[in-house]
Structures are given as C-alpha cells and as structure tokens.
C-alpha cells in the first residue's frame, strides 16, 4: 500500500523561503507521477506543481518562477523548493501520488 508523508510546512514571513518534502512508501515511486497540491480556506483545492517519472514539471500559473519541484528518487521523495514566498501562498499543502494517493498535508502560513 503507498504511503506519503509529508514535513516542513510552517509560519514564515512574506519574502522567505520553505521546502517541503514527501517521502514515499511505493516500490514503483521511480515511475510515478508526484505532485503538490494546496488548498486554501474556502477554496478549492489546486494544483502547485507536478513532475513526471522522467523529471519533466508543470507549475500552476501563481507559483511559476518561485516554486521548484523536484525528486530524489534514491530517497523516494519529492521536495517543492518555495521561494519569495506570499500570503496568498497560505494553505494546506498535499502530496500525491498517480497511484491514486494523497499524504495528509502540511499548514503553510505567510504572515503579510
């Protein structure tokens, strides 16, 4: 059964930086689709950032040319690297996975 877990979600200040990271249990992480995913209070949920097996990546429109996805697949882990971050960025981060499965998310919150 794939399992992610995801960690470094926090409060920082607008401006600053955070990664996050999702470890995987999936013996066939090499060849997934991962993904990050946020939602925001009263919001739908959307997507961030996506890579693919052979390390291609999407980015939603807000995030372009301040977030950076990418993947350790020796580590089974994916990291979404958030730089110059806002406050709009607040929101629940999730991880997931093209086996159909979503980590339990992380609080990102950027005081204005």
């Known amino acids: 059964q794939v399992q992610l877990v995801e960690s470094g979600g926090g409060l920082v200040q607008a401006g600053a930086s955070l990664r996050l990271s999702c470890e995987a249990s999936?013996?066939?992480?090499?060849?997934?689709?991962m993904g990050w995913y946020r939602q925001a209070p009263g919001k739908q949920r959307e997507l961030v950032a996506s890579?693919?097996?052979?390390?291609?990546?999407n980015y939603g429109e807000s995030v372009k040319g301040r977030f950076t996805i990418f993947r350790d697949n020796a580590k089974k882990t994916v990291y979404l690297q958030m730089n110059s971050l806002k406050h709009e960025d607040t929101a629940v981060y999730f991880c997931?996975?093209?086996?159909?499965?979503w980590g339990q998310g992380t609080q990102v919150t950027v005081s204005a």
């Open positions: 999936d013996r066939l992480f090499g060849v997934r689709t």
């Open positions: 997931w996975s093209n086996a159909n499965v």
């Open positions: 890579i693919i097996a052979s390390g291609g990546t």
